[in-house]
């Protein structure tokens, strides 16, 4: 034994540093990014992310798509919470519009973007647990999270990338069947937070894993641009949803949660609690839609949104409406607006720049997730290469929506 | 030896038929995940669809491990570079599979950024379309992929991916020719083979 | 509120400003850009959300350098605007802001205006060698890549049609 470490070399003083590519096909970067990793033993001294590899010029192709043309691309910027997406999307055109769209559609917005959320943090805080190496979570959570599925599919066709808004409201209205099975959805996914709970809030391995991991100052965190469940970790209760409310979320009772330390575990603690918060407000949206009624789901000025196909087949002025909007696009105020909804992430935003055509003249996506990365190194610097992972899942990142 | 009857134990196949057997019931797949579809591809692994219910249960997120390599979203002309170099660092035999339109022809991103189709860098086997293709799509694929390595030869397969390799050094050739990087010399080769109106570098 | 107050204490630095539906917007000269900065950091505007430019194709100057702040406290919003040339520089705000540095990256990779004083003036979203700047009103949405155009016909492979035999 005592031989063995006599004849191994002495690290030189400045140590023997390992690079270790992490990425870009790794198990644990949800999409596409590349970490170089400079090793010291075990411990991190630099870490330099890379991005891009998902930069598919989603901003490029908006110049060139008219406003109606470019939900489908949003779907595709977070994946985990496509229809999220589309809400923010679709309030930034109304935004330059200067529109509002019927209660019925604002009421199934909130719905589908809380739902939306659940599915979310049910897959980050899932892989996260399986990327630590705790699988049966991830069995348990998926579950719902087909559910979820079945229920976007039920509303819009599409199991992932649904592209249920559209300029003005929303794309149709939701079947009879919805309602049962989204009122099965909050009973047992209420039960399967609760079961994930058992299975990791007091596991050792879990807080081992996690606990004091990538924590974060409240002030550090604002200075790198946090937003969402991670600024929210930092003990900063910064939630768009109450400070600026937008679809008349002022009106719905939920709780913002929020942490103290900013690691991990309080990342973890923060989305559990935002789960039971959006199931709350979904309750509160299937008791809503029962008062409202049947109604419009699209606002009725045909220079706007498409009106219903059997006009478009029966009258003429309709189907003159139709060729007008298809061909020639909506007529947009000239000017530039910045909206922002509370994403899953935290703060997706969208910059538009119109100058009165058809397409718009530059799109911008503020995509949550991309100062977030930004701070990578400095979270992992001085720590263990395994907590890079626990860190990587708890920041969430989602390459299609950070490289656009 | 005179009395043992062999009838019950000894059986004459083509050696391509039993081999075939075995490779295609006993897929490795290796999910290059880099987008949307990458989700779907969690569903399918997940409790409802369970693909290891066609022996492919194993994933394994090194090349070297793996014989099937499922292409899950797109992939960018920064990726393809990484996209040809896993694949040829993968053991023979090996398949690859491209899940969704984006891997099949670029879909909706007709882009400077966007590679379109990974066929145009990497031997593609099957395609399977949708935006992202339901589990169930994607199950179909691996099915079709295993119909049609049912009917492959050893020697066929062999012979299919040499051009791969020769275009692989063909890269490293004008890498170090003109000092470019990866990204740049793939992106060129492919822009190349468009204007003598070739649909493929390999 | 905020922007009175920029005039009154920095006259002449606010070179213009406007408000579309309710989003604040000032004008700012490149070289008064760190002086307001730090004003309104005082005030309270902490987190910068994004940077990212306009490109205004044949106007002078031409691009818009676009700054979008949050004020914490109040929830209020502004959105700076910075006008440059080209290859004019625009001050980096790294110094002030941490979330500055990979934005203002993505923004000199996408449009090739640079930042002055910026740490690691790399490209972020493309690689090094890539030719110009992609979101640039100039630059080809296809990039010259003529599988883009309409007349090339959807990709496959030959031998993934028909089993090799």
Request: charged share 25%.
């Given at each position: 034994m005592s031989k063995m470490e006599t004849t191994l070399p002495a690290l030189s003083p400045d140590g023997d540093r390992m690079i270790v590519n992490m990425g870009p096909s790794h198990n644990s970067t949800h999409g596409t990014l590349h970490i170089v990793l400079e090793l010291d033993g075990e411990f991190i001294v630099k870490a330099t992310p890379q991005i891009g590899y998902l930069h598919r010029g989603v901003e490029k192709l908006g110049e060139n798509l008219t406003y109606q043309q470019f939900i489908p691309l949003t779907d595709r910027l977070n994946y985990c919470s496509?229809?999220?997406?589309?809400?923010?999307?679709?309030?930034?055109?109304?935004?330059?519009?200067?529109?509002?769209?019927?209660p019925r559609s604002r009421v199934l917005r909130v719905l589908c973007s809380e739902l939306a959320r659940i599915g979310d943090h049910l897959v980050c805080i899932g892989i996260n647990a399986v990327d630590i190496g705790a699988f049966t979570a991830f069995l348990y959570m998926f579950?719902?999270?087909?559910t979820i599925y079945d229920l976007f599919e039920m509303m819009a066709g599409q199991r992932l990338h649904s592209s249920f808004t559209r300029i003005g409201g929303l794309f149709r209205d939701i079947p009879a069947e919805f309602e049962p099975l989204c009122g099965q959805f909050v009973e047992s996914?209420?039960?399967?937070?609760?079961?994930?709970?058992?299975?990791?809030?007091?596991?050792?391995?879990?807080?081992?894993?996690?606990?004091?991991?990538?924590?974060?100052?409240?002030?550090?965190?604002?200075?790198?641009?946090?937003?969402?469940?991670?600024?929210?970790?930092?003990?900063?209760?910064?939630?768009?949803?109450?400070?600026?409310?937008?679809?008349?979320y002022e009106t719905y009772e939920f709780d913002v949660a929020i942490a103290g330390s900013g690691d991990v575990y309080d990342r973890y603690l923060v989305r559990t609690e935002e789960m039971r918060q959006s199931l709350r407000i979904v309750r509160q949206c299937l008791k809503r839609l029962k008062e409202i009624g049947p109604g419009p789901v699209i606002v009725e000025d045909y220079k706007v949104a498409l009106p219903p196909k059997e006009k478009v087949y029966t009258r003429m002025e309709s189907l003159i409406h139709h060729f007008k909007l298809i061909m020639h696009g909506i007529d947009m105020p000239v000017g530039e607006v910045y909206s922002a909804t509370e994403a899953a992430n935290g703060e997706l935003g969208f910059y538009i720049v119109s100058d009165g055509t058809k397409s718009p003249y530059r799109i911008h996506v503020r995509p949550p997730c991309f100062p977030i990365f930004s701070s990578f190194e400095e979270q992992v610097?001085?720590?263990?290469?395994?907590?890079?992972?626990s860190v990587l899942g708890a920041m969430n990142i989602i390459a299609g929506e950070m490289d656009r | 030896m005179a009395g043992i009857n062999l009838d019950d134990s000894v059986m004459t196949t083509r050696l391509d038929a039993v081999v075939n057997w075995a490779r295609k019931n006993s897929l490795w797949p290796l999910p290059f995940g880099t987008a949307c579809c990458a989700i779907e591809f969690m569903s399918m692994m997940a409790s409802r669809y369970d693909f290891s219910r066609f022996g492919a249960e194993a994933l394994r997120f090194s090349p070297r491990q793996s014989d099937m390599l499922m292409v899950l979203g797109t992939i960018t002309n920064k990726q393809a570079p990484i996209l040809r170099q896993i694949y040829a660092q993968m053991a023979e035999p090996k398949w690859v599979l491209s899940v969704g339109v984006c891997a099949s022809s670029g879909g909706m991103y007709r882009t400077y950024s966007t590679l379109q189709g990974i066929d145009r860098v990497v031997p593609v086997d099957v395609y399977v379309p949708g935006c992202p293709p339901r589990p169930e799509a994607m199950i179909y694929g691996a099915m079709q992929l295993q119909a049609k390595i049912t009917k492959e030869t050893i020697k066929g397969r062999r012979e299919h991916i040499e051009k791969f390799y020769e275009s692989m050094a063909r890269q490293e050739e004008l890498q170090?020719?003109?000092?470019?990087?990866?990204?740049?010399?793939?992106?060129?080769?492919?822009?190349?083979?468009?204007?003598?109106?070739?649909?493929?570098?390999? | 509120m905020v922007i009175e107050r920029i005039d009154e204490t920095l006259p002449g630095a606010v070179l213009d400003r406007?408000?579309?539906?309710?989003?604040?917007?000032?004008?700012?000269?490149?070289?008064?850009?760190?002086?307001?900065?730090?004003?309104?950091?005082?005030?309270?505007?902490?987190?910068?959300?994004?940077?990212?430019?306009?490109?205004?194709?044949?106007?002078?100057?031409?691009?818009?350098?676009?700054?979008?702040?949050?004020?914490?406290?109040s929830q209020e919003r502004l959105r700076i605007k910075v006008r440059v040339g080209e290859r004019e520089s625009v001050p980096s705000l790294v110094s002030r802001f941490k979330s500055a540095d990979w934005a203002e990256r993505e923004t000199?990779?996408?449009?090739?205006?640079?930042?002055?004083?910026?740490?690691?003036?790399?490209?972020?979203?493309?690689?090094?060698?890539?030719?110009?700047?992609?979101?640039?009103?100039?630059?080809?949405?296809?990039?010259?890549?003529?599988?883009?155009?309409?007349?090339?016909?959807?990709?496959?492979?030959?031998d993934a049609r028909s089993p090799h035999v």
């Open positions: 496509s229809l999220m997406n589309n809400v923010g999307y679709t309030l930034a055109v109304e935004k330059l519009l200067g529109i509002q769209d019927p579950k719902e999270r087909e996914c209420e039960r399967t937070i609760d079961e994930m709970e058992r299975l990791l809030t007091h596991n050792p391995i879990w807080a081992d894993r996690t606990k004091g991991v990538g924590a974060i100052s409240a002030e550090d965190a604002i200075g790198w641009g946090y937003t969402g469940p991670c600024l929210r970790a930092a003990g900063v209760a910064q939630d768009l949803r109450v400070a600026q409310p937008y679809l008349d610097k001085g720590r263990l290469i395994a907590d890079a992972i | 170090k020719a003109r000092g470019l990087s990866s990204h740049q010399v793939v992106r060129e080769m492919v822009l190349a083979a468009g204007e003598n109106g070739e649909q493929r570098i390999w | 406007h408000a579309f539906r309710g989003d604040q917007t000032i004008v700012v000269g490149r070289d008064r850009l760190l002086e307001v900065i730090d004003l309104i950091y005082k005030e309270g505007f902490q987190l910068l959300l994004d940077v990212t430019a306009v490109d205004g194709g044949q106007r002078d100057p031409r691009f818009d350098v676009v700054y979008h702040l949050l004020n914490l406290t000199m990779d996408m449009f090739g205006i640079p930042f002055e004083g910026h740490p690691d003036p790399r490209r972020l979203l493309m690689w090094e060698d890539f030719p110009g700047h992609p979101l640039r009103k100039d630059f080809p949405l296809d990039g010259g890549d003529v599988f883009c155009s309409q007349d090339i016909g959807a990709s496959f492979s030959p």
